[in-house]
């Protein structure tokens, strides 16, 4: 069964999706930037890039860091940073929840056209 | 306020989100590849590509393309490329209003946060 992703854009600082989340995610999960990239696949300088793309968008940090910089020090997800991963999850839920008896019945629009097309392109 | 674009997932073929639907919207407007390749300022082998993609995704073709090629000829949508549109779209619409309350209360939570996270990070 397909399933959806979503992007929440605040344009025109940027946008949100499950990539910069997840991100987050590894981040609280093992409490440091450079961890949290590791499981990313992700290097430090990108991660960072992209924490600090959205504490632009949200105007104010998404990691409390320790001192010692955060590469060394390690990080904590401040209130908003949670705050981002719940709100999104919970959006994702809701959307993928109303979206399903639709996709269902793409998926069952597509099976009932089989031959419909035939030498169309 | 923010607003939702999403991305269909039909793994492993790959998946459909708005670009790709513009792109049908757009062919389905000009009636050809080429012009509406134009359109999304887009080549138009890229624009081809991305139906080949569609036509893998769903197992059958979104264009029915007239006699001497595609660009030369002209096209025209399919029965299933007609269908993948209207219910992208009609998708995103129950998306974006169940995701709608969630959006403007993280929004809300980040305001209300102004200041909590000082110098944090």
Same mark, same amino acid.
């Given at each position: 069964?397909?399933s959806? $992703?979503?992007? &929440?854009?605040? !344009?025109?600082?940027?946008h949100?999706?499950?990539? #910069?989340? !997840?991100?987050? !995610?590894?981040?609280? +999960?093992?409490g440091?930037i ?10 430090? #300088?990108? /991660?960072?890039?992209?924490? !600090?793309?959205?504490?632009? &968008?949200?105007? #104010?940090?998404?990691?409390? $860091?320790? #001192?010692?910089? *955060? ?11 949670l705050?981002?991963?719940?709100r999104?999850? /919970?959006?994702?839920? *809701? /959307?993928?929840? +109303?979206a /399903? ?21």
């Open positions: 069964m397909p959806i $992703t979503l992007r &929440i854009r605040f !344009e025109p600082q940027g949100i999706g499950h990539g #910069k989340v !997840e991100l987050l !995610e590894q981040i609280a +999960a093992f440091s450079s961890a949290g990239a590791r499981q990313m696949n992700m290097s430090y #300088k990108r /991660a960072w890039d992209l924490i !600090e793309e959205m504490n632009r &968008i949200f105007g #104010k940090p998404m990691l409390d $860091t320790q #001192k010692g910089g *955060a590469r060394g020090g390690g990080a904590q997800l401040t209130p908003t940073g705050a981002v991963i719940a999104y999850r /919970a959006i994702e839920r *809701a /959307a993928s929840a +109303a /399903a008896p639709h996709i269902a019945a793409l998926v069952a629009e597509i099976d009932g056209k089989r031959g419909d097309d035939e030498g169309a392109g």
